[in-house]
């Protein structure tokens, strides 16, 4: 049993002991746990399981929904372990270079002292060469089209469909998710959301406005010869997801 679904097993086990609201069907609130709360179960002591359960409900739906559209979903680990299970990947590829776009709430400097220490080359947006203007964009894709893994950090997950929001930004420009034949997105467990509308919500109306926000369902993939469908085409031929799941408080 992977680490994930024991942790999914420890949530249902901690739910089957909590007490529950009159109705099956009534939204679980402060209110109701107040109401059927005893001296054992305080609504303080209550409601970060319910959190921790919505959590978890919401990371097996998209591990589901991801897998159904040829994605891999790498299982949930906590920030420490993150480095070193981007090495493992990297080594699983045979990966001699990779790009890393900067980190929305890991420490990207990290990961990629990590994967140099491991042997693997890693290019930075914004690094010298790959400046802001447009000579610079042009090197940067240049090196991204011959990278061999490209790393980005989602700004939500979306868990009906499997798929990532990703906000383009000049240290994480939306290239990184559309050359590298490899992609590893990672997202924390916390910015899971249920459907697009509560992930426009969450990110904000106003940065799908204002920057280029991709919305990335698997690998890339067309049909339009002979409705064949072939991978790789306009994007990265392999998607792989990894999720935090952050330190309880």
């Known amino acids: 049993m992977s680490a994930f679904h024991k942790m999914i097993a420890t949530v249902k086990s901690a739910l089957e002991v909590a007490p529950r609201a009159s109705s099956p069907h009534a939204p679980f609130t402060a209110d109701a746990v107040s109401a059927s709360a005893t001296p054992m179960h305080s ?38 372990e993150v480095r070193m299970r981007v090495v493992s990947l990297a080594r699983e590829l045979g990966a001699r270079t990779a790009a890393i776009g900067a980190g929305v709430t890991l420490d990207a400097d990290s990961i990629a002292r990590a994967l140099e220490h491991a042997g693997v080359a890693v290019i930075w947006p914004g690094a010298q060469g790959t400046g802001p203007d447009d000579a ?48 590893l997105i990672i997202v924390n467990a916390d910015r899971m959301r249920p459907d697009l509308a509560a992930a426009i919500a969450g990110i904000g ?5 204002t920057k280029r926000v991709a919305l990335i369902t698997g690998p890339s993939r067309t049909a339009d010869i002979e409705k064949m469908i072939v991978l790789g085409v306009h994007g990265p031929k392999k998607l792989y997801v990894l999720a935090i799941w952050p330190h309880e408080a």
């Open 136 to 183: 610079g964009r042009a090197a940067f894709r240049g090196h991204l089209a011959g990278c061999d893994l490209g790393i980005a950090e989602a700004d939500a997950g979306i868990a009906s469909t499997g798929t990532l929001a990703v906000v383009g930004a000049p240290n994480r420009p939306n290239s990184l998710t559309l050359l590298p034949p490899n992609n």
């Open 205 to 209: 109306a106003e940065t799908f406005t």
């Open 43 to 80: 609504p303080r002591q209550l409601l970060p399981v319910a959190q921790l359960a919505r959590r978890a409900e919401l990371t097996a739906q998209f591990a589901r929904e991801l897998d159904a559209v040829g994605g891999v979903f790498l299982g949930a680990v906590t920030p420490d």
